[in-house]
């Protein structure tokens, strides 16, 4: 585990970010996956996965450095309302 310090998530926010490297199951290479944390709060921000090193099934778009995917929390808490399902 690697800590990453004050970073930026991908809607620009301000976020500590951990991070752990890992070699890919399919071939695509060494990654790092980076979990991302609300500075005051703690709470967790969201991931993202960059890569560090290609694979012998890597594109030729996944080069060192490049954000391979994210996700993100943008809201959280508790409700009694019933989820809407989408169309």
Same mark, same amino acid.
Do not use: C, H
């Given at each position: ?22 070699? /890919?199951? @399919? ?11 609300? +500075?005051?709060? &703690?709470?967790? *921000? #969201? /991931?993202? @996965? ?11 778009? +996944?080069?060192? &450095?490049?954000? *391979? #995917? ?18």
């Amino acid at each position: 585990m690697q800590q990453l310090g004050t970073v930026t998530d991908p809607l620009g926010r301000p976020a500590v970010g951990l991070a752990a490297p890992f070699e /890919s199951a @399919d071939g695509r290479g060494k990654i790092q996956r980076e979990v991302l944390f609300d +500075q005051r709060t &703690g709470k967790v *921000l #969201g /991931s993202r @996965d960059v890569q560090l090193e290609p694979g012998p099934n890597s594109e030729k778009w +996944q080069v060192p &450095g490049r954000m *391979l #995917g994210y996700w993100l929390v943008v809201d959280s808490g508790w409700t009694d309302a019933k989820p809407a399902l989408p169309d």
